[in-house]
């Protein structure tokens, strides 16, 4: 099981698809306390994976006690950046703490696309660097990679750069428009598109020593099944089923893109709400509508739930829009 926490809003860059509206630090973040007790929670939960993100993780200036304390609690601490202010020494910090990867972002080979996505001068510079630091100090990482109409046909080329670098996998994004992501919606990709970018990495993947992984894509699973692929995931959509995300004031939801708020954990505590939410039951059940409550791969796939409850007004168990599969040939 894994979980993300926005550790913070604050963030160095103003990135066009960002889910959370990153840039000034929110008021009433979880402090550090509270902090500690969230990763008790979750610890209790039976999460294993903890993901530290933002915002940018690396901003928040208690960063490396509650690494620590995730440690000691046999958390797996791993990291999402956007990877500029991953200095040699903050790799060998977070290395010492037991980090046992940064997942840092860059979304195009053109420095200048890059900044620009990232509304960040210097962006692209900064991050090869950070990369370059982790490598220096052992500390794994992988590439994150935002595809978008623009850029869909740069991603094979950003997967031999991110072997070429030393990367241990490439995760490829999908857009789902919430945040600021919205105001973009028109640069997203449809059905077709998807099927033949997912296709593509999935060649890709037979043909490089480190993971790929699409993500908010979950109809990869299909894909590579259909292509005689034996990956190690066992399912695409993991919202509310063995994923869910954390804001920076403590709103529990099931995943990044599902602005659908659960609880909060000043009120209640998280392995309560994991536990007992109508609407992590709900997700669970699997009881999806349209094509995907009777596909044949809805258990290995289960069709976006973000991207689904967005173009449904909001009903997150609709199928899934942008699958041409859509559970076609039934059970």
């Known amino acids: 099981m894994i979980i993300s926490w926005n550790t913070t809003n604050q963030c160095n860059m103003f990135c066009k698809h960002c889910y959370r509206d990153a840039g000034a630090k929110a008021t009433d973040e979880l402090s550090t306390r509270e902090a500690k007790n969230l990763l008790d929670e979750i610890k209790k939960a039976g999460f294993k994976i903890m993901i530290f993100s933002g915002g940018e993780p690396l901003m928040r200036p208690d960063i490396f006690e509650l690494v620590d304390h995730a440690s000691k609690l046999g958390l797996r601490p791993v990291f999402g950046t956007n990877g500029t202010l991953i200095t040699r020494d903050v790799a060998k910090k977070l290395k010492e703490l037991g980090v046992m990867g940064m997942g840092i972002s860059l979304d195009s080979l053109d420095p200048q696309k890059h900044d620009e996505f990232r509304c960040y ?3 692209f510079k900064e991050a090869v660097l950070g990369m370059e630091n982790c490598l220096a100090e052992e500390l794994p990482f992988q590439i994150h990679t935002t595809v978008m109409d623009w850029n869909k046909d740069e991603i094979e080329a950003i997967t031999d750069f991110a072997v070429e670098k030393g990367a241990v996998a490439h995760h490829i994004f999908f857009l789902v428009p919430t945040g600021r992501a919205v105001d973009i919606e028109t640069e997203s990709l449809r059905a077709r598109e998807y099927e033949e970018i997912l296709t593509r990495i999935m060649n890709k993947q037979k043909q490089v020593p480190i993971e790929l992984k699409p993500t908010c894509a979950p109809q990869f699973m299909r894909i590579a099944k259909e292509m005689g692929l034996n990956l190690r995931f066992q399912r695409g959509c993991l919202a509310g089923t063995s994923y869910c995300i954390i804001s920076p004031k403590g709103d529990v939801q099931p995943c990044a893109y599902l602005d659908l708020p659960i609880g909060n954990v000043r009120d209640i505590p998280f392995s309560k709400l994991w536990e007992e939410s109508t609407v992590f039951k709900t997700l669970r059940s699997l009881q ?36 041409l599969f859509q559970g076609r040939q039934g059970f």
């Open 288 to 323: 999806y509508k349209g094509g995907c409550g009777v596909c044949k791969y809805k258990v290995a796939c289960g069709g976006c739930r973000a991207r689904a409850a967005f173009y449904n007004d909001g009903d997150y168990m609709a199928e899934e829009p942008w699958c």
């Open 121 to 123: 001068q210097g962006g």
